[in-house]
């Protein structure tokens, strides 16, 4: 759709719908934070079958249009709050400007955890999770997800529901980031302002069509007059310490609001492989491997970003931000040993890293009086990687003498660019029903090298081989439509957002790359009926998409030792998924969900080994497909004044169809019932919130990824928060993996594969930190602590950690 013809449409949506008698609003809580997806009714009270409603958007926003003069009782209601009503005489458009949802407590006079916002909510399509006054706060945003029902992270890697592809989003702008990037950002940014996380498992159809979930952080949005700031510091040590320390500033005038913060963090630790490999020739072990890696890796980074907001007028805003990311040294140290049947070899594999990424958006957003909204975003990152590495084996035979010396050194260029555009318009039309409609286009431009060299008679040599350049440039074209309604006992959603997508690569080697040329579409619905105040369904259906990463696509090797490596794939396809969900909610306290999800070339990172070669490698794939079903069960409930629980069970079903590449290229299967539980106990042991705390267990049962076996797990981990002089100084305890039981086994054991890996972690830690307020530190702060770093998901320079 052309420029012209968008700006159209958007006009005459607008002058078309200023004609009718409107009812607008925003609706807020006590603390002036937008309450979002609040249930808006309007009944005329001469004829109380004629019935309007809506729902406010994340804003807080409601308009009801196509209204007839008259007496209205308007009843505004959300899960936690108390049933806003009032009688109305409408006699033209009105403006309701804010109005207050007042915090709904049985028990006033007692002072909880939770007192001022429901800490848990579920609705037809999310969870969101308010973590404001708990311990949680004094930790970093990984430790916030950690804790969040709904989302799975054992050693670092995230899931929601079986899966990883996950849309990250902060105050609802996209961080397009994975892998050992992603797990930088969340862990370097603290939580001190996080306000809630939603865990969105079915989509709408703004969002991207990337993902089969969303998770969303939202940052305390509040300010008034005034300036605050913050210093903080914590002290972590695991096996190795880790130390971080940063800054935050806010300052607001009647139109302008500024944040900025800067951290800086040194940490190193430490990681434990051990693996045994049978080769295999008709149906016989001929041979046998036992390795043992031992890494150590030590980082220094730098994270910094600033948010500019300009209100122009009461219905125009504009905004600025961006956010830096450097990490000027990264250093990994791997010491290997192999021990064959009559033979061993030991390696020692070192790799130095740099990383800069800068993100910078601009925002701009209309509201007229009649509640509608247009948004504008534009966006740029800029990400530069090298990768530095040195590889030395020495081999022996079996009496331990030297037999030969093998080096050879590598380097590795990465520099992608990105640029969107993307815009959004929001409005009310016909009976009351909620449209939003917008369109998106992206740029991604990677270019990446390598350079390797083998070491022979005295000097390094060029192996043309495994050195050359790979070139990638992929164009996106969105535009979507979603429509909502709310009835007083019902709700629907439904939407739907087409994607084209065009794709070329370029490889100077003997390799091919298999160009992106396609156009998906891509609906989602989502509909809800309560049938009193403790009975809820639920009933959702999404399709999504996961394209592949461009470290993925790379054909050149990465190699561990002289028999291991990881390569990329340039024939990979995108994957299809499909998800359908019923829920049914009891006393908006305990959920329960049954879902189905097919998955069409679902990709995984297989482990091969080639029994002719004795070499082992790690290949993301395009497995044939994958069926997933199974049973969630989510509850929250308060016990007491100073105890909280909440739980989250799944058992589920996962059976993966993969090609045998290297067993004859037939097709296998591999299946099992897993189940994940996850408890968290929150505590508030002062009637002042002084001194707040949680305990959370985790277990996990043996569970499949791809052709690998998994074993079980679990992890209890212990955190407390205490407050003094008011509030100006926190001091915070965590204990992290206080059993040390997060250690697992990988195993592959089909046809002529046979592998095992035993991976040890170092995640059993303790951390103390402080944290210092300033200034007027009874403010609420603005941030938006990351604007959208769109497409950086796919960033990421490896796919693997091995």
Not at 190 to 196: E, G, K, L, P, R
Not at 302 to 321: G, K, L, P, Q, R
Request: include cysteine.
């Amino acid at each position: 759709m052309s420029l012209k013809l968008t700006s159209l449409l958007f006009l005459c949506s607008y002058f078309s719908l200023a004609q009718d008698i409107k009812i607008s609003g925003q609706v807020l809580d006590q603390a002036n934070a937008p309450v979002s997806y609040a249930n808006v009714i309007l009944v005329n009270t001469k004829d109380e079958s004629s019935v309007r409603g809506t729902i406010t958007n994340d804003d807080g926003y409601f308009n009801v249009a196509s209204l007839t003069a008259g007496t209205y009782l308007l009843d505004i209601s959300f899960i936690g709050y108390a049933h806003y009503k009032t009688e109305i005489h409408l006699q033209a458009s009105t403006d309701l400007k804010s109005i207050i949802l007042e915090e709904f407590n049985e028990a006033l006079d007692a002072i909880t955890l939770f007192a001022k916002r429901p800490t848990y909510t579920k609705q037809s399509d999310r969870i969101i999770f308010n973590i404001e006054d708990t311990s949680l706060t004094e930790a970093n945003v990984m430790d916030v997800l950690r804790s969040t029902p709904g989302i799975l992270i054992m050693n670092d890697e995230i899931s929601v529901r079986n899966s990883s592809n996950i849309i990250y989003l902060i105050n609802n702008k996209r961080v397009y980031l994975t892998g050992e990037d992603l797990q930088q950002l969340l862990i370097g940014t603290t939580a001190t302002n996080v306000q809630s996380v939603e865990v969105i498992t079915n989509p709408p159809a703004k969002y991207d069509a990337e993902g089969s979930a969303v998770i969303n952080i939202t940052m305390s949005k509040n300010l008034i007059i005034g300036y605050n700031g913050s210093v903080y510091t914590d002290y972590t040590q695991g096996m190795y310490p880790r130390v971080r320390g940063g800054m935050n500033h806010f300052y607001k005038t009647d139109k302008l609001s500024v944040f900025a913060n800067y951290s800086y963090g040194e940490r190193k630790k430490n990681r434990v492989n051990t693996s045994e490999i049978n080769f295999i020739e008709d149906n016989v072990v001929v041979g046998q491997w036992n390795d043992k890696i031992d890494r150590n890796t030590k980082m220094k980074s730098h994270f910094a970003n600033a948010n500019v907001d300009y209100s122009i007028n009461d219905a125009n805003v504009i905004s600025f931000s961006g956010n830096l990311n450097i990490t000027p040294y990264w250093n990994r140290k791997a010491e290997m040993a192999t021990e064959a049947i009559d033979s061993s070899f030991v390696s020692e594999n070192i790799i130095n890293d740099t990383k800069d990424n800068v993100a910078l958006n601009l925002d701009y957003v209309n509201t007229a009086e009649s509640g509608n909204t247009l948004s504008i975003n534009l966006h740029h990152t800029n990400y530069d990687y090298e990768r530095q590495q040195d590889m030395s084996s020495k081999y022996y035979d079996i009496d331990q003498l030297l037999t030969r010396e093998n080096m050879f050194n590598s380097m590795s260029i990465q520099n992608t660019y990105i640029y969107s555009g993307q815009a959004d318009y929001n409005t009310t039309l016909l009976e009351d029903i909620d449209l939003t409609f917008g369109t998106k286009v992206s740029l991604i431009d990677s270019k990446s090298s390598v350079d390797q060299y083998y070491f022979l008679e005295n000097r390094f040599i060029l192996d043309d081989l495994n050195s050359g350049v790979f070139n990638y440039e992929e164009m996106n074209y969105a535009g979507y439509v979603n429509i909502s309604k709310s009835w007083e006992t019902w709700s629907f959603s439904a939407g739907l957002r087409g994607e084209y997508t065009d794709a070329e690569g370029d490889v100077s080697s003997n390799y091919e790359l298999n160009e992106f040329d396609y156009f998906k579409l891509f609906p989602t619905l989502n509909v809800s009926h309560d049938f009193n105040e403790n009975h809820s369904l639920g009933l959702s259906y999404g399709k999504r998409i996961e394209r592949p990463t461009y470290s993925s696509l790379n054909p050149f090797k990465y190699y561990f030792n002289d028999y291991t490596f990881l390569q990329g794939n340039p024939n990979l396809n995108p994957t299809i998924s499909h998800l359908t969900t019923l829920s049914y909610t009891f006393k908006g306290t305990y959920t329960f969900e049954v879902y189905y999800r097919y998955e069409d070339n679902p990709t995984s990172e297989l482990v091969f080994q080639d029994n002719a070669t004795n070499q082992v490698f790690y290949l993301p794939t395009n497995l044939d497909k994958s069926l997933d079903y199974g049973f969630d069960f989510i509850m929250y409930q308060s016990f007491t004044d100073i105890w909280s629980v909440y739980v989250v069970n799944s058992i589920f079903h996962d059976k993966t169809y993969f090609e045998a590449l290297e067993s004859g290229n037939s097709l296998e299967t591999n299946q099992t019932w897993s189940m994940y539980t996850n408890v968290m106990n929150f505590f508030s042991f002062t009637e002042d919130h002084s001194l707040s705390g949680e305990i959370s267990i985790l277990y996990m049962s043996p569970m499949i990824n791809g052709s690998s076996d998994i074993s079980s797990r679990a992890q209890i981990d212990l955190g407390l928060k205490k407050s003094f002089n008011n509030g100006k100084w926190v001091a915070s305890l965590k204990l992290n993996d206080i059993f040390k039981t997060t250690n697992f086994t990988v195993k592959n054991k089909y046809l002529n594969q046979d592998n095992t890996y035993n991976n040890k972690y170092d995640n059993q830690y303790f951390r103390v930190g402080l944290r210092y307020s300033f200034g007027n530190t009874r403010l609420s702060t603005n941030e938006k602590e990351e604007k959208e770093l769109n497409e950086r998901n796919r960033l990421s320079p490896e796919s693997a950690d091995n």
